[in-house]
């Protein structure tokens, strides 16, 4: 399974940005699709998931502004990130996880957010 994250660059805050990521491979049973990011110099934290059934999950602190959605047909994953802030600067990943509990994580993007 290879993931291929897509979308992420330099924007002004206040900007928008929406990244996605697709799945290929041997992909025919993907359960959860997630989003990560990982800020310079701190851990890896949750951003937001989204089940094969379309339920989401947001991050607390990035509801309202943050909103996951999937393309189930194409194998893809997005992020819609609006009104960023310099604190949204990170590497973004995603997460597949499949009805057998394997987990795949894609390599990153890198966001950037200039104030």
């Known amino acids: 399974v290879q993931l291929q994250a897509f979308g992420g660059g330099l924007v002004q805050a206040g900007g928008s940005l929406r990244l996605s990521c697709s799945a290929s491979?041997?992909?025919?049973?993907?359960?959860?699709m997630d989003w990560y990011r990982q800020a310079p110099g701190k851990q890896r934290e949750f951003v937001a998931s989204?089940?094969?059934?379309?339920?989401?999950l947001h991050a607390n602190s990035l509801k309202g502004r943050f909103t996951i959605s999937r393309d189930s047909a194409r194998d893809t994953v997005y992020l819609q990130m609006n009104n960023l802030k310099p604190e949204d600067t990170a590497v973004y990943y995603c997460?597949?996880?499949?009805?057998?509990?394997?987990?795949?994580w894609g390599k990153g993007t890198l966001v950037t957010v200039s104030s």
């Open positions: 997460r597949v996880s499949f009805h057998d509990g394997v987990r795949y």
């Open positions: 491979g041997s992909v025919s049973s993907i359960s959860d």
């Open positions: 989204i089940t094969d059934d379309g339920s989401t």
